[in-house]
């Protein structure tokens, strides 16, 4: 008899936490490696929002909350939906989990059967699909180009839906290309959503406040209030708070879908850390102007990495609207050889053999379900950023 279990069986690791330890085991070993592979702020944790934290620890905020977060919390997010996104919901409509992933894992374990399709647009956050698969639904991929930077047509959502699908997962700013929908965009696919009365719509806002260029954010209960009763609206403090290690995430959709994540996390996890959802809650209370500042050193970096990227020889770069990632194509290097002689077959080819050559760590396209192509964070030093780019140009110009 296995040891593991058929679900467990279905699942891989993250594809991108792999390559981040390969980098870090690298670097321990002493070469000189850059990573671009991580996706996390380079920046710190804004100092009130770790003094709320210790205030937290001192007034002995210590113990079990309520399991799908504390009541001071949830007020909370529901002031942050009705200020940033003109939605509202009630407490009972918001639940609070261990980082963004844990209520997405929560929202699909909780209504995923065996046969549902899940429609997932291509580039897609890796988690996606293995998580669908562990539940045992069937992941579908909904294909993109680069010649639509990355965005989903209506007619493409159209043909991927079936009398099976059940969820739509949507991610705008997107992890990985960085597209963002405009409100026009977006309503062109809630009006597909509109005809289809059987699918939900798991929205994944995680990247929302990195924006730029006067980009504004919409997500589609917003764009369309007739989808509010079928769309769970997920959120985190990881991104935009600088927040990745506390572990604090979020979501507000209708009650009783609400109600039986909030089944599952009492039987899992519990509450979420009672000292992060106090820094939660001063993160989303308190200032926000640290993120404009923040988001003025993204966008630099996006444009530096662009223009940098663009150069180099057989690869592609669109300039994404949002999140701090780019997704260049590297269609023009494969079938390319190496100075050593290896043939570049692949994205996860040249993924391996740059990092081989010149020390810098991405991540292959084809993890996140589209090549040939790859991701690179730029949530990193403006002077890492540009020796890596540095380091590509001359890796692409090698090829033969
Ligand atoms: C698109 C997207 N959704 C969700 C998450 C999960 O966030 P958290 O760290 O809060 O679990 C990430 C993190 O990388 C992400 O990129």
Redesign the pocket.
């Known amino acids: 008899m296995s040891l593991l279990s058929s679900a467990l069986k279905r699942i891989n690791p993250s594809a991108t936490i792999a390559i981040s330890n390969k980098a870090r085991e690298l670097k321990a070993s002493g070469r000189d490696i850059i990573a671009l592979s991580a996706?996390e702020p380079d920046f710190d944790t804004p100092e009130n929002i770790k003094e709320a934290a210790i205030a937290a620890i001192r007034r002995g905020e210590t113990k079990y909350t309520a399991v799908d977060g504390m009541p001071e919390l949830k007020a909370a997010i529901c002031r942050k939906f009705k200020r940033e996104n003109g939605l509202d919901y009630k407490p009972s409509q918001v639940t609070v989990g261990t980082?963004?992933?844990q209520v997405?894992f929560n929202a699909l374990v909780a209504t995923v059967d065996a046969g549902d399709e899940v429609l997932i647009p291509t580039p897609f956050?890796v988690s996606y699909p293995d998580i669908v698969q562990f539940c045992g639904g069937t992941p579908v991929s909904v294909p993109t180009t680069i010649e639509d930077n990355f965005k989903l047509r209506p007619e493409t959502l159209e043909a991927a839906i079936t009398p099976k699908t059940k969820w739509l997962i949507f991610?705008s700013p997107s992890?990985p290309s960085g597209a963002a929908y405009s409100f026009d965009e977006l309503k062109a696919l809630t009006d597909v959503l509109l005809r289809h009365p059987q699918v939900w719509i798991l929205t994944?806002d995680?990247y929302e406040h990195l924006v730029y260029d006067d980009f504004k954010f919409v997500t589609p209960a917003q764009v369309e209030p007739k989808l509010y009763d079928r769309t769970l609206t997920m959120n985190?403090v990881?991104k935009a708070y600088c927040m990745?290690g506390w572990r604090i995430?979020y979501a507000a959709g209708p009650e009783a879908l609400i109600k039986a994540m909030g089944t599952l996390q009492s039987q899992s996890t519990s509450n979420p850390s009672s000292i992060a959802q106090w820094a939660a809650l001063e993160a989303l209370d308190g200032p926000q102007d640290f993120i404009a500042e923040n988001n003025k050193s993204f966008k630099e970096r996006r444009d530096l990495v662009v223009s940098m990227l663009n150069q180099a020889k057989g690869l592609q770069c669109p300039k994404p609207e949002g999140a701090f990632y780019v997704f260049p194509s590297c269609a023009g290097t494969i079938g390319k050889k190496t100075e050593t002689g290896q043939v570049i077959a692949t994205d996860e080819d040249f993924a391996g053999a740059l990092l081989e050559a010149e020390g810098v760590a991405v991540v292959h396209g084809s993890a996140f379900g589209l090549g040939p192509a790859f991701r690179i964070s730029y949530a990193t030093s403006t002077k890492d950023l540009e020796e890596a780019c540095r380091r590509i140009q001359r890796f692409c110009g090698s090829l033969t």
Do not use: A, P, Q
């Open positions: 996706g980082g963004g992933k997405l956050w991610n992890n994944d995680m985190g990881s990745t995430g």
